[in-house]
């Protein structure tokens, strides 16, 4: 073999870059809010009405005029009731000096009135209200007070989280103009099954594609599934060429050192390579390129090492926000790599995390029983007591 002319055994850090540089910001497209959960905004989004919409009640009780109640500070005070305003029907007309109407949470404040009292504070005698106490300003919601009409109120590159899809229908929006990736996903390996089918020894099921099907939809993508291909050139290549119309290609298995390693040997022969293995554990045969003018992204097949591949480099990526991470204690010592940044699978209880028994790559469920991954930078070790950051699982 010739020398490559790719990057080899690069950082985490340096994946993330050379992955970033390959994908192209996918165009901006309408989305209806409930599909747009985690999707990333294209656009700066503006209201479009004043949040509230009108000065309003933010309790049950009478609207009324300050100026009227100040004598309740000593003996109560009488108000006649004129109406009624609640969510939905508001009063109609001018409240005049001595009256008020009731008023319900959410009610517009009729004009004429600037105050409320809440309705613990009122003694109803017919069409008349005895005030125990002031009638109070600060218990309405003034106009505008979340937003007002015109206004930006999320930019664009904002992760569409449920409370922000939330304030974009607040704010007036039916559809948001979200950048989504398209990711086709394709499993690879003769081992692999469906699960649900018979498992025949040395078989195994496709618990990847299941998992990174999950990670990419709650990343805010839209997932192709490309299904599974056996461990032949002539299936890989047809997969490949079928993944047109993605922006990205996810693939798990066979970018390893192994004879039946074919997703490797075509894209080393046929396709690009941006880099092939990072110096990380789990994770480390990971590998990057172009297929066509397709960006491909190779996750190695144990089930632990493509879904914290996924994790630690493509998913920062994809929703541009950094792996998020806070430091805890280390209840027990966690071991150094020379040359690799590890993310051992951790048990956090309160602010310290152990490590947890299995670390293998093949160990899924360190990642169901495990909350964190415990990350030990390239050749530093973490001492029982030492601060460390964990990215939480
Ligand atoms: P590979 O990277 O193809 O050499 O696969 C490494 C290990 O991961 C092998 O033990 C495979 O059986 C296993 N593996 C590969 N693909 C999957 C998959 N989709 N789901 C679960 N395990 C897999
Ligand atoms: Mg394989």
Known sequence: MTAPTFSMHVSVEQARALFAGLLPAPPVTALALRDALGCTLGADLPALVSHPSATESALDGVACREADTLGAASAPVSLRVVGESRAGAPFVGEVQAGECVRIYTGAPLPAGTDAI???????????????LRPARPGDVRPEGGDF???????????????????????LGHAQVPVRRWRVALLSTGDEVVEPGQPLLPGQVYDSNRVGLAALLREAGCEVLD????????????????????????????????????????????????????VRMRPGGPALCGRWGGLPVFGLPGNPVSSLVVFQVIVRPVLTGEPLPTRQVTAATPFASLPDKT????????????????????????????????????????????????????
């Open 117 to 131: 009292c809440p309705v613990e504070q009122l003694r109803e005698e017919g069409n008349v209200v005895r005030l």
């Open 148 to 170: 007002h009409a015109g206004e930006t109120v999320m930019a664009a590159g904002l992760r569409l989280t449920p409370a922000r899809l939330a304030l974009a229908a607040a």
């Open 226 to 277: 490309l299904g599974h291909a056996p461990d032949s050139p002539a299936a890989l290549r047809e997969r490949l060429n079928a993944a047109g119309g993605a922006d990205l290609l996810l693939t798990s298995g066979g970018v390893s050192m192994g004879r039946y390693d074919f997703m490797r040997d075509l894209l080393l022969e046929e396709g690009e390579v941006a880099f092939w293995k």
């Open 342 to 393: 590890a993310f051992w699978r951790g048990v956090l209880t309160g602010d310290e995390v152990r490590e947890y028994p299995r670390q293998g790559s093949g160990v899924l469920r360190s990642l169901s029983d495990a909350d964190a991954l415990v990350i030990v930078p390239e050749g530093q070790s973490v001492a029982a007591g030492e601060r460390v950051d964990v990215a939480l699982l």
